[in-house]
């Protein structure tokens, strides 16, 4: 049996990262990507940093003690994340202020299937 590659499925409703940088600051967003990096710097109060990654680039999130305690299965244990929060931009930099972590790790079933 071999194996072929079957590109990544969109989770309906969400923003490629290389569009992020067309939308103003503020505005609400839902991106999904794969998890590349998780950061909780004891110098951070709290605060957990996230990267994603998708086929168009990387997403930088940042996740709120408050936020991380609602989500905090989808936080810690994800590998596939739909995130929703708002844009934010400061020195060069986009962020993603999350208010929602969705764990959907269960569609990446759906990256590798038999060929006939």
């Known amino acids: ?3 072929r590659y079957v590109p ?3 989770p309906p409703h969400c923003v490629p990262a290389a569009q ?3 939308a103003n600051g503020g505005t609400r967003v839902t991106v999904a990507g794969l998890v590349i ?3 909780r710097p004891g110098t951070a109060k709290g605060v957990i940093f996230v990267t994603l990654e998708d ?3 990387t997403i930088n999130i940042v996740v709120w003690q408050k936020v991380y305690l609602q989500f905090r299965r989808a936080v810690i244990a994800g590998r596939l994340l739909r995130v929703t929060g708002r844009i934010q931009r400061e ?3 986009t962020h993603l202020i999350a208010e929602r972590v969705e764990d959907i790790s269960d569609m990446l079933n759906d ?3 038999p060929t006939g």
């Open 91 to 93: 020195g060069g930099v």
């Open 8 to 10: 990544l499925p969109r």
């Open 111 to 113: 990256l590798l299937a």
């Open 1 to 3: 049996m071999s194996l």
């Open 37 to 39: 990096l998780r950061q």
């Open 55 to 57: 086929e168009t680039g």
């Open 20 to 22: 992020l940088d067309h």
